[in-house]
């Protein structure tokens, strides 16, 4: 069985595809079998392992709009155990053209159903906005996993967030969870940041996980070489920040499996 996770936070600049990138490349390198789905129009999971978006001959928008089978857009990357399905600019326009479909809601799920069960994890990169196409990534997923900054704007997105979550449950997947909150951009050593975080503990029934994503230079230099951050550099703080969120989402899902 595999573990279907949408990373989504309709705020946008909280580090949402860098954790797309990075996660699914330090779960391949734990030896997990990963697909990787690009779903914002904006493609910078895509770009940030090196793929010329404008060259692409199929994308996750052709898999959207029934033109092509869902396993003619894989592509296979440089990387061991590690698919992508890439997105570019014509998935802006499936907000519209979805509008004329009876099942726009399941326009994901239906197909990823057919070769979800190939892979041990499948991690979907969601828009930065509550749409149709993030609604398409939530009906399609198993859990949701937020990454968020530790600031005051971010405890009002969380809250909208949650909501949305609750309404898929009762509208289209009663079976999705949230997987947890990352905390991301982190800087411990601010009043603001530690306060963000207790306040996040102490009001939400939430998992907030273990492992904090720092800010970190190279971890921002990464996409523009087209390479994860363990790949770049695998010494820094942002590579192991990533190595450690892996080794924390296997023990738990190892955990939950033996209850």
Known sequence: MSKIIAIANQKGGVGKSTTAINLSSCLAEKG??????DMDPQGNTTSGFGIEKSELQKSVYNVLMGECPIIDSILSLEYPDMDLIPANADL??????????EDKEYRLKTPLEIIANDYEYVIIDCPPSLSILTVNCLTAADSILIPMQAEY??????????????IMRSKLNENLTIEGILFTMYDGRTKLAQEIVENVKSNLNVRIYDTFIPR?????????????????????RGAKSYASLADEIIALEENDGKE
Do not use: C, Q, W
Request: a negative charge; aromatic letters at 8%; zero cysteines.
């Open 216 to 236: 970190n230079v190279r971890l921002a230099e990464a996409p523009s070489y087209g390479m994860p951050i363990n790949l770049y550099d695998h010494r820094s």
């Open 153 to 166: 704007y971010a405890m009002e997105g969380l809250a909208l967030l949650i909501n949305t979550v609750d």
């Open 92 to 101: 802006a326009g499936a907000e519209i053209e979805l509008i004329d479909f």
């Open 32 to 37: 997990k079998r990963i697909l990787l789905i």
